[in-house]
C-alpha cells in the first residue's frame, strides 16, 4: 500500500527539489486520551526540517516532507522517562490557506518504560501521529495532534500509549 501511494504520489504530482531546511521549532505538551488512573502527560521540544522532497498535487496543493525530531518528559503521577524521536512526516496543505494537516511515524526511545500506572514494554517504541496546524500570525503556528506509542510488539507487553497534545511553534 505504502509503495501504491508513493507511485500515486510520483505520478500525480510535480516534484520539486528543496533544500534541507529548519522549518520550525516549538513546545509541545499535551495528556493521555484515555484519562484515569493511567493518566500520563507529556512535554516536549521539538524541531522539522523540510526535505528535499514536496510534490505539486494539482493547482493549488502542495505536499511536503519533513523529518521531525523531539525530546522531552514523558510521565505518570509518581514516575517519569525523558522521550525522544526523530522520523518523517508528510504535511498537505493549500495555497493561501493557513491550515495544514500532517502525519508521520518516528522510532522513539524511552530512557524508562516502567511506570507505576502501565508497562510500556520495552524503552524502544514507535510513535505515530496525524495532526492539524493553524498558521495564525507571521512566523506562527498553532497545531495539534493525535498520537499513538507502541512498541510494535517487541515485547509481550505492549499496552500503547494514546496522546493528545498541542504545540506552539516558530516558523522561519
Not at 518523517?88 to 493561501?96: D, F, K, N, Q, S
Not at 507571521?138 to 499513538?148: C, I, K, N, T
Request: with cysteine; aromatic share 12%; net charge negative.
Amino acid at each position: 500500500m505504502a509503495c501504491g501511494l508513493i507511485c500515486l504520489l510520483l505520478q500525480t504530482g510535480s516534484s520539486r527539489g528543496e533544500d534541507f531546511r529548519l522549518e520550525s521549532v516549538g513546545v509541545r505538551g499535551g495528556v493521555s486520551a484515555n484519562p484515569g488512573r493511567n493518566e500520563f502527560h507529556q512535554a516536549e521540544f521539538f524541531g522539522n526540517w523540510n526535505l528535499p522532497w514536496g510534490w505539486d498535487l494539482g493547482k493549488e496543493w502542495h505536499l511536503q516532507s519533513r523529518l521531525d525530531l523531539s525530546v522531552g518528559w514523558l510521565g505518570d503521577s509518581s514516575q517519569s522517562a525523558t522521550v525522544g524521536t526523530l522520523g518523517p512526516t508528510l504535511v498537505l496543505g493549500r495555497a493561501w490557506w493557513p491550515v495544514s494537516l500532517e502525519g508521520g511515524v518516528s522510532p522513539t526511545l524511552l530512557s524508562s518504560y516502567k511506570f507505576e500506572s502501565k508497562s510500556l514494554g520495552t524503552d524502544v517504541q514507535f510513535t505515530s501521529h496525524v495532526g492539524l496546524n493553524w498558521d495564525f500570525a507571521a512566523h506562527w503556528r498553532l497545531g495539534y495532534r493525535f498520537q499513538h506509542m507502541s512498541n510494535a510488539d517487541l515485547s509481550r507487553d505492549n499496552p500503547g500509549l494514546n496522546m493528545h497534545l498541542l504545540a506552539l511553534s516558530y516558523v522561519f
